[in-house]
């Protein structure tokens, strides 16, 4: 999949990584020269774009028409607002940062507008990450520099589906730490218990191998992030 990101601060510099790491396409888009430069004299595993990104010409040389969503992340609410706009009018998915200390009322105003809004400050770059990515697949913690917890849930174009735990082989550097069925609790994984629409696995894995997990009990990205947006429609 491909992610555009506005802002290129802490919480957006993390989803861009995040994001990279499991082997999706990225470009981030800063204003600030300060912060271009520092980026200049980092290796990052992403593009980065200079421009302010309320600009449409700016998104549109960052590869908006392209993207599958754009993750407002900069600390200006007015800069990420337009951002959004731009971007469902190029048919993204769009997700915008707003700070905590936001009122309820200017939240509800700006709700309606995006596919997702987010509070940075209190549930950081996983959220972003889940929120951007949206549908079957949610990351549920960091636990080293190359292994996340997720939770993928089981969809109709799975390959595993109709299979038992015991039937799921899943990649060296993963495993299987929990599951649930649809309506359920999670649980410890019960070896005969059937993998079924709508039910539930957390797994540990490398970010290497994130992408064939997902594969694996989810299906094909694609299709499960175009699954997720006809259901917000």
């Known amino acids: 999949m491909q992610f555009l990101i ?5 919480v957006g510099l993390r989803t861009a990584r995040v994001l990279s790491e499991e082997g999706h396409e ?13 980026l200049d ?3 990052v595993p992403f593009d980065v774009i200079e421009g302010d990104g309320s600009h449409e010409a700016v998104l549109e040389d960052a590869g908006v028409a392209e993207a599958d969503a754009l993750g407002a992340l900069s600390g200006d609410l007015n800069v990420n607002f337009v951002a959004c706009m731009i971007g469902k009018g190029h048919d993204c998915r769009t997700v915008m940062r707003i ?3 936001y009122r309820e009322e200017i939240y509800t105003q ?3 507008e995006v596919d997702e ?3 940075p400050e209190r549930l950081g770059a996983i959220a972003a ?3 951007l990515i949206g549908g079957n697949i949610r990351a549920v ?3 080293a520099q190359s292994l996340q917890v997720v939770q993928l849930e089981v969809t109709a174009d799975s390959p595993t589906r109709g299979y038992t735990i015991s039937e799921l082989t899943l990649p060296a550097d993963s495993r299987l730490l929990a599951f649930g069925k649809q309506d359920g609790a999670l649980a410890l994984p019960d070896p005969d218990a059937p993998l079924e629409l709508g039910d539930r696995l957390v797994v540990l894995a490398d970010f290497e191998v994130l992408g064939d997990v997902r594969r694996i009990v989810v299906g094909d990205a694609a299709s499960a992030f175009a699954n997720a947006e006809a259901e917000g429609a």
Do not use: H, M, Q
Request: hydrophobic share 45%; aromatic share 6%; no cysteine.
């Open 26 to 38: 990225v470009t981030v888009v800063e204003a600030d020269a300060a912060t271009l430069e520092e």
């Open 6 to 10: 506005v802002g290129a601060g802490r």
């Open 129 to 131: 990450k889940n929120a």
């Open 99 to 101: 700070d905590e200390d």
């Open 110 to 112: 700006y709700a309606s």
């Open 117 to 119: 809004i987010i509070y």
């Open 41 to 43: 004299d980092a290796s």
């Open 141 to 143: 913690a960091d636990i």
